[in-house]
């Protein structure tokens, strides 16, 4: 069983609108929680890390929030544009070093 | 810097073929990561490296792969003999330790797209 759940498993949105993307975790003990964005074709790239003693990073229009106690995360993506049309993967650690277990992502596509 | 890079990008071969992927990590990183990406399983750790040691291949699916890291500039992950099941995309990341941050941030490669017919 997946320990990072997210959801929806897909999205489209109306560009300049705002949205948000969600990650449940079971992975324990907890290190750090990522989000990477994948453009179709290439490589993860990452957004924000966040530490158990985090509860909110943002990277320009990328806000994403953890809460520790209840093992969630939000992604919120603000006045979205076409360029954020992308996968967007939770990525939680056990380890700070080294293992990463992804989520299987979600797929938003923005429209004009 | 380049990033990391990955060779070949684009890979067609027979079932029963050899296949090794190579993968330059960012100067400096002292840790090493391969994936691999599929639709119906996502991205998965196959094995990854620190300072040129593997540390856990516990993702590596069977003795048909194999990974080595000869120097801290270079690594490859070979498949022998090769299966359309393997078929996906493999990428390559690196890392360095992030000290006080308490973790280290894993810069991936654009990937190997393997195909095996």
């Known amino acids: 069983k997946n320990q990072v759940e997210q959801s929806p498993q897909s999205l489209i949105i109306l560009e300049g609108k705002n949205c948000t993307l969600q990650c449940n975790y079971t992975v324990s003990p907890f290190s750090n929680l990522r989000w990477y964005k994948q453009d179709t074709g290439r490589g993860p790239v990452s957004l924000t890390i966040?530490?158990?003693?985090?509860n909110t990073k943002s990277n320009g229009r990328y806000t994403a929030t953890l809460d520790a106690d209840t093992k969630q995360s939000s992604l919120h993506i603000t006045a979205s544009q076409l360029s954020d049309s992308a996968s967007y993967i939770c990525?939680?650690?056990?380890?700070?070093?080294?293992?990463?277990?992804f989520g299987a992502g979600t797929q938003v596509v923005v429209t004009p | 810097d380049a990033g990391v890079i990955q060779s070949p990008r684009h890979e067609v071969t027979e079932m029963g073929q050899e296949v090794t992927l190579r993968c330059k990590p960012i100067s400096g990183h002292d840790y090493l990561f391969w994936y691999r990406q599929t639709m119906m399983r996502g991205l998965e750790l196959l094995i990854y490296f620190n300072n040129n040691v593997p540390i856990d291949d516990s993702g590596m699916p069977e003795d048909r792969f194999s990974a080595k890291m000869p120097n801290a500039s270079f690594s490859t992950l070979k498949i022998q003999p090769s299966e359309p099941r393997d078929s996906a995309v493999y990428f390559c990341a690196s890392s360095s330790w992030g000290g006080l941050a308490g973790y280290n941030e894993q810069f991936f490669g654009p990937g190997t797209r393997l195909t095996v017919l």
């Open positions: 966040m530490t158990f003693s985090e």
């Open positions: 990525v939680v650690s056990a380890d700070s070093r080294g293992k990463l277990q």
